[in-house]
Nanobody, 125 residues
Framework: QVRLVESGGGLVQAGDSLRLSCAAS????????MAWFRQAPGKERNFVAA????????HYADSVKGRFTISRENAKSTVYLQMDTLEPEDTAVYYC??????????????????WGQGTQVTVSS
């Protein structure tokens, strides 16, 4: 069982930046494909970004490409989501997800086996 704990959410203004962190309990962290999803009130959970075990390959949703950056520190079993130029439309609960195997560019939430509890990001205009 992999336990994921997110942190770093908060209330910011449009144009600001935030960095989310997700710490995993798994020792073999490098074997995990990691991803971020988000869910706004009344909407479905949407893919944001994913990263391969080595960190060399990344994949982004079109809506965040060029503004968000996913990265990982395998020595710390932690994945990050750097969010720049935030917009009110980015307001959502952000979830960290993990999976062994599969493709590093997987953007379907149902393909991930492990989830964090979520962290709220609110962007005011």
């Amino acid at each position: 069982q992999v336990r994921l704990v997110e942190s770093g959410g908060g209330l910011v203004q449009a144009g600001d930046s935030l960095r989310l962190s997700c710490a995993a309990s798994e020792r073999t962290f490098i074997g995990l494909i990691m991803a971020w999803f988000r869910q706004a009130p009344g909407k479905e959970r949407n893919f944001v970004a994913a990263i391969s075990g080595s960190g060399r390959s990344t994949h982004y949703a079109d809506s965040v490409k060029g503004r968000f950056t996913i990265s990982r520190e395998n020595a710390k079993s932690t994945v990050y989501l750097q969010m720049d130029t935030l917009e009110p439309e980015d307001t959502a609960v952000y979830y960290c997800a993990a999976n062994y195997g599969g493709t590093w560019s997987e953007d379907r939430w149902e393909k991930y086996d492990y989830w964090g509890q979520g962290t709220q990001v609110t962007v005011s205009s």
